[in-house]
Structures are given as structure tokens and as C-alpha cells.
């Protein structure tokens, strides 16, 4: 059975960091791609960041130089380090394969980047 628990969110002002993490349970981290997404009030989710199980990397245009994905495929986790926050980062972040599965989201992370 596919487990995915993120953490690691939290309030931070504007130009602060954070990092999250997603561990993974079941097969679902060892054969896929994995990815970040995230979903802002009356806003459609969307995939930010992207890494195969090869360690190849993609980002959207919002985040690129700000955010780097990584996993430790030791221990079935894929990481999200935001930088140079902005108040438009603010959402709920999941993490999924890539692409996702409709039936393994979980209840994601809140980021809120606030003065």
C-alpha cells in the first residue's frame, strides 16, 4: 500500500526558507518520478518541481533559482528546499509521482509566507 506523508511547512516571512519532506511507503518511490505540487486558495493544483529516479530534475518557470528538489532513495524521501520565499508560494504542498496518482494524494504541507 502507497504512503506519502509531507512535512515540514510553516508560516515564514517573505525571503525566508524552508524545506520539505515527503516519505514514501510501497513501490511508488523506487519506480517513478516524484514530484512537489502545490494548490493555493481557488487555485488549480500544480506540479513546481519534478526529479526522476535518475536524479534528473525539472522546475516550473515560478520557482526556478528558488526552490531545488532532491530524494534519498536510501530512505524513500524526496525533499523541497524553498529559498527567496514570496507570498505567491503560498499553498498547500503535496508530493506525488509524476506524473501523479489520483488515489495516493495526501494532506499535504500549508506554506504561508507572510510579514
Known amino acids: 500500500q502507497v504512503q506519502l506523508v509531507e512535512s515540514g511547512g510553516g508560516l515564514v516571512q517573505p525571503g525566508g526558507s524552508l524545506r520539505l519532506s515527503c516519505a514514501a511507503s510501497g513501490s511508488i518511490f523506487s519506480i517513478n518520478a516524484m514530484g512537489w505540487y502545490r494548490q493555493a486558495p481557488g487555485k488549480q493544483r500544480e506540479l513546481v518541481a519534478a526529479?526522476?529516479?535518475?536524479?534528473?530534475?525539472n522546475y516550473a518557470d515560478s520557482v526556478k533559482g528558488r526552490f531545488t528538489i532532491s530524494r534519498d532513495n536510501a530512505k524513500n524521501t524526496v525533499y523541497l528546499q524553498m529559498n527567496s520565499l514570496k507570498p505567491e508560494d503560498t499553498a498547500v504542498y503535496y508530493c506525488?509521482?509524476?506524473?501523479?496518482?489520483?488515489?495516493?494524494w495526501g494532506q499535504g504541507t500549508q506554506v504561508t509566507v507572510s510579514s
Open positions: 506525488n509521482a509524476d506524473p501523479p496518482f489520483t488515489q495516493y
Open positions: 526529479i526522476t529516479s535518475g536524479g534528473s530534475t
